[in-house]
């Protein structure tokens, strides 16, 4: 089971979260979003430790601009949170950056839809369906993935909090690859518990 913490903004909050025993840090590139990283905080990630991976999060942007980011803050992948295409997502991953392809959920997985993305994508991310693209801080049913049946492993968001895990590790998912928290760990808009964080990490560390 991997962590990923998604949202981040603030530099010494960002510094300590790194401390912390997480996989993935999650960077939000949509402007609409409190979350969202100006371009003059790139040098936030120089010192960046090589054991995490760094997500840019995107909603319906320009490739070139997806790339430029890329390029600029060193992403390792991708997460696509609008309607990006198939072809989208083949001509980012032949660049050779990883590709986390978000698939809102209200009452069903969208199991055909997914299945043309599969040899496009790294990863899947299920999130709780919404007008604001993630960030809601609600649940989707998870009973939903106890019938999923693709061979693309995902991340599960929605309002996760330390409350959840022992739920989510014992529910024993089919594909589960990560956790993904954002609003469930926040003292406010990308600025994140390091309690809260650190005792997920250590909740996932005892279940693993």
């Not at 990283?37 to 991976?53: H, W």
């Not at 050779?96 to 839809?113: E, M, R, Y």
């Amino acid at each position: 089971m991997k962590l990923k913490v998604c949202g981040m903004r603030e530099r010494e909050n960002i510094q300590r979260i790194c401390e912390l025993d997480i996989d993935f840090m999650g960077f939000i590139f949509y402007e609409k979003s409190p979350r969202f990283v100006p371009n003059d905080q790139a040098l936030l990630l120089s010192t960046f430790p090589g054991t995490i991976k760094k997500v840019g999060v995107f909603v319906n942007a320009v490739l070139d601009s997806v790339l430029e980011k890329v390029s600029s803050f060193g992403l390792d992948y991708v997460q696509l949170h609008g309607d990006e295409s198939t072809d989208d997502c083949r001509s980012l991953k032949e660049t050779g950056v990883g590709v986390i392809k978000v698939f809102p959920i209200s009452d069903v997985l969208p199991l055909s839809l997914m299945n043309s993305y599969e040899p496009y994508v790294d990863f899947f991310l299920f999130d709780t369906k919404s007008s604001k693209y993630g960030g809601s801080g609600l649940k989707f049913n998870w009973d939903l993935l106890n019938d999923y049946s693709l061979r693309t492993p995902y991340f599960l968001s929605g309002g996760i909090g330390e409350e959840d895990i022992n739920d989510i590790v014992e529910r024993n998912l089919p594909g589960l690859y990560a956790i993904d928290v954002n609003s469930g760990v926040e003292i406010k808009p990308g600025l994140k518990d390091l309690k809260k964080v650190g005792s997920i990490t250590s909740l996932v560390s005892r279940n693993l």
